[in-house]
């Protein structure tokens, strides 16, 4: 079994989710994958930003999606943190607490320990519903509100108990390891650019088999290259089967083990 922790689908409000959906089936049946993470991706459909109309629709559609195919998609909504925080936790009640959402998705909107959050961390770890991070290490093209996984980790010390996925392992890069190592709360997924060699060796050896999660950043990546960032790694069946999907089962569900 193969469960991916990151993919996105770029649908709007004039491009429906329905061929998109239809696309990334058939690429997850050519590749194994029998269940994925699923987000919007704001950034390229134009608008990192998007106000309460917005917000909406996108809780909308995830639920059309997830009601389409239940046993398929794990939805996560994306949250803009600089929307009111009363309408952000009554969308959240609604589509996440109340509704078949998984979880939230935190992008590149303000940096990670911004107060502007904490209402939203507060809700998330008071109810245990997983949260997934983009974060990177960029010495060019960083946008103003792009997290690194040092902004990550002070986040995550202030809440113990908020379960963090932190992507791209190839953003994060050795230093995003060590960053988070100390933090049991926060995990880490494969994706990101082009696999290199090394860096999942060592984030398996510093963080142990249980905290990592194979993503690929689809459709920006290709399913091929970032399983083949799995398979190239020798690594017990165990700890494969961790990585590809036992994580994945774990973290992607609300309430917890």
Known sequence: MIVDSHLHLVFTRTQPWEPLVEKALHHMQMHGIEKTCLMPHPQFAGNIYPNQADMTFQAETLVEIANAHPDVFLPLLFINPSLPSAFTLELMEKYILNGPIIGAKFHI?????????????????????????????????????????????????????????????????????????????????????????????????????????????????????????????????????????????????????
């Open 109 to 257: 909107s303000m940096i990670a320990d911004d107060d502007r959050y904490e209402p939203i961390y507060d809700f998330l770890e008071r109810h245990d519903i997983p949260l997934l991070f983009h974060s990177w290490y960029k010495t060019v093209q960083r946008t103003t509100f792009e997290s690194t996984p040092a902004d990550i980790a002070r986040m995550a010390r202030k809440h113990p108990k908020l379960r963090i996925l932190m992507a791209h392992l190839t953003g994060a890069k050795l230093r995003g390891v060590q960053d988070i190592k100390a933090l049991p709360n926060v995990y880490l997924d494969t994706s990101g650019s082009q696999p290199e060699e090394g860096y999942l060796e060592y984030a398996l050896r510093e963080l142990g088999s249980d905290r990592v999660l194979y993503g690929s950043d689809y459709p920006i990546r290709a399913f091929s290259t970032q399983l083949a960032r799995i398979d190239s790694v020798d690594m017990s069946a165990e700890d494969r089967d961790k990585v590809l999907y036992r994580n994945a089962l774990q973290f992607f569900r609300k309430g917890g083990a």
